[in-house]
């Protein structure tokens, strides 16, 4: 069974910085791609950052220059490095991975860290 487990959320002021992590664990082959996503309800999910080892590292617009994704891939971690947050980051936060094993093809999500930018 694969599982992924983030940590790192919490309250912060604006202008504050967070990391988050995300660990894969199971039998996993390999991961093609993994990141994060956030959502607040009442709201469409919205991508955050992506680290794909087709297409390399991708940012939603609302972060681009405020955030750095990085992956460790022998522990089949990843990290999302939050700089400058604002009130308009404060969401849950979501770890997805696009992974491979023997006969199967799925992507997979954390249960969410929530993250809080007080003004």
């Known amino acids: 069974q694969v599982q992924l487990v983030e940590s790192g959320g919490g309250l912060v002021q604006a202008g504050g910085s967070l990391r988050l992590s995300c660990r894969a664990s199971?039998?996993?082959?390999?991961?093609?791609?993994m990141g994060w996503y956030r959502h607040v309800p009442g709201k469409e999910r919205e991508l955050v950052a992506l680290?794909?080892?087709?297409?390399?590292?991708t940012y939603g617009d609302s972060v681009k220059g405020r955030c750095t994704i990085y992956r460790e891939k022998a522990n089949n971690t990843v990290y999302l490095q939050m700089n400058d947050l604002r009130p308009e980051d404060t969401a849950t936060y979501f770890c997805?991975?696009?992974?491979?094993?023997?006969?199967?093809?799925?992507?997979?999500w954390g249960l969410g860290t929530q993250v809080t930018v007080a003004s």
């Open positions: 997805y991975g696009h992974m491979l094993g023997n006969f199967w093809d799925s992507d997979q």
């Open positions: 199971g039998a996993i082959l390999v991961i093609t791609s």
């Open positions: 680290s794909s080892i087709v297409t390399g590292e």
